[in-house]
């Protein structure tokens, strides 16, 4: 049968599509802060917190090596079954299982022999929770032409950064909910958005031979640059690092005098939101300079605004740096993925993706088991 292809303007964002993913992000980044708020007590409440630090070195584990392998997966899935949605679908439903397999193990009040059941739970859940994400995140290609990725990326930038902004509003919701109801509330959330980003990603495959296939992407790159790759993934992951463990503590200890009654959280969430507006203008910039030379640019301004952050005595030098460094941190966040992207050849867009992700996450990781050691 010959290849019979859906109408579709390829020089458009499909935006229908663009926000059903940014709705899977946000509902990633809402589970995030669910896990992250209640990791902790129920660790305590079950008396495991001696295992904190082999748990937080199993996380630091599992968000490194788990996107590439779901890459590898979904790569596979690309060429034998025409497009990547299994495995996007089957990481959802894997997540979505866990939640509900965590709320009802808390419901029933588990006893000495059950409870040993919720550490198993929680790393499944992590890896669930890996398992999609790269996948999902990578179908941007998909609806996105090259030239406008960072216009897109934008957009995904302002949700996860408006979701971690509103973490306040939505940690008092957890605790006013409570464990089980959260984690039901977030494998519906979570199942929900995949179902409407498979729903209507479809809409853009062309049919061949009976089955939905992805049209294919041209690729820049001959042969994927993995090594670059990774360093891309650092590249944004440091200073996320230091935008979410280190700068609003050193913000608080060195101009706190003038910041009233505001804590680091409250810190955390002004630069946040200050980072969500500066991403449309630093989208704008980086289609006219284009990604290499505003990812070259943020990498610079991120470094030196982060140094004199840290070493400056001057309370207004130091407000002007975090300004700084919050602008130079928007227009990393719109141009390192899809510079990745950019590197990948078309055979293993996916594992690049996951390869990207590794970066990000690895040095959040050694931090993380950092601090629980």
């Not at 992250?36 to 409440?45: F, G, I, M, T, V």
Request: glycine residues 6%; contains cysteine; hydrophobic residues 55%.
């Amino acid at each position: 049968m010959d290849s019979i292809y859906l109408t579709r303007d390829h020089s458009q964002i499909q935006w229908k599509q663009l926000w059903s993913l940014a709705a899977l992000y946000a509902s990633v980044v809402i589970g995030w802060i669910a896990y992250e708020n209640y990791q902790p007590k129920l660790l305590e409440k079950f008396q495991f917190t001696d295992y904190a630090f082999l748990l937080a070195v199993a996380q630091a584990l599992i968000l490194v090596v788990t996107p590439p392998i779901a890459g590898v997966l979904g790569d596979r899935y690309r060429f034998e079954r025409g497009h990547r949605l299994p495995i996007i679908t089957a990481g959802i439903s894997f997540a979505a299982m866990i939640f509900m397999a965590v709320a009802f193990t808390l419901l029933g009040n588990p006893g000495e022999i059950f409870k040993w059941a919720l550490p198993v739970l929680i790393v499944c859940w992590l890896i669930a929770m890996s398992i999609f994400t790269s996948p999902a995140l990578s179908t941007l290609e998909l609806f996105t032409p090259v030239e406008k990725l960072p216009r897109a990326m934008a957009v995904l930038t302002i949700v996860s950064n408006l979701v971690y902004a509103l973490e306040p509003v939505i940690v008092d919701l957890i605790d006013f909910l409570g464990a089980p109801l959260t984690f039901i509330a977030g494998g519906v959330a979570v199942f929900l958005s995949g179902y409407f980003l498979q729903k209507n990603s479809l809409a853009l495959f062309r049919v061949s031979d009976g089955r939905e296939v992805e049209t294919p992407v041209e690729s820049v790159s001959a042969r994927s640059k993995l090594p670059l790759i990774f360093c891309l993934g650092l590249a944004f992951g440091i200073p996320s690092t230091f935008l979410f463990n280190f700068m609003p503590a050193i913000l608080v200890q060195q101009v706190g005098v003038h910041m009233g009654a505001l804590d680091s959280k409250m810190i955390l969430v002004c630069l946040l939101l200050l980072s969500a507006v500066f991403s449309v203008p630093a989208s704008m910039l980086t289609n006219k300079l284009g990604v290499s030379k505003s990812l070259g640019l943020s990498i610079v301004v991120v470094a030196i605004s982060a140094a004199l952050l840290a070493g400056a005595n001057a309370d207004i030098l130091i407000m002007v740096m975090a300004v700084v460094f919050t602008a130079a941190y928007a227009l990393l966040s719109v141009s390192s993925l899809p510079l990745a992207i950019s590197m990948a050849n078309n055979r293993d867009k996916v594992f690049c993706v996951g390869i990207f992700f590794s970066g990000v996450a690895l040095p959040e990781g050694i931090i993380a088991a950092t601090q629980a050691f």
